[in-house]
Nanobody
């Protein structure tokens, strides 16, 4: 079983940057794909980015491609989401998730473990 705890959210202005972190407990972290999703009020949870077990393969939603970067440090059992050039439409609660297999997915239903989320608010 994995436990995930997101941090790094906050209130920023459009154009600013934030880096989200998600340390994960559990001995299988380094063999598992990880993902970031977000959910705005009244909206469904949507895919943001994912990374395979080694970090060699990444996936991004079109809305964040070129602005966000997902990475991982298996020695620290941590996955990151670097968010640059933030826009008001990026405002949401951001969640990290563990897929429990080697390769990522864009489907939230394919992830096994979830964190509690960290709020990102971008003002215009």
């Amino acid at each position: 079983q994995a436990q995930l705890v997101e941090s790094g959210g906050g209130l920023v202005q459009a154009g600013d940057s934030l880096r989200l972190s998600c340390p994960a407990s559990g001995r299988l972290f380094r063999t598992n794909a990880m993902g970031w999703f977000r959910q705005a009020p009244g909206m469904e949870r949507e895919f943001v980015a994912a990374i395979n077990w080694s970090g060699a393969i990444t996936y991004y939603a079109d809305s964040v491609k070129g602005r966000f970067t997902i990475s991982r440090d298996n020695a620290k059992n941590t996955v990151y989401l670097q968010m640059n050039s933030l826009k008001p439409e990026d405002t949401a609660a951001y969640y990290c998730a563990d897929r429990s297999v080697e390769y990522g997915s864009l489907q939230s239903s394919e992830y096994t473990y979830w964190g509690q989320g960290t709020q990102v608010t971008v003002s215009s």
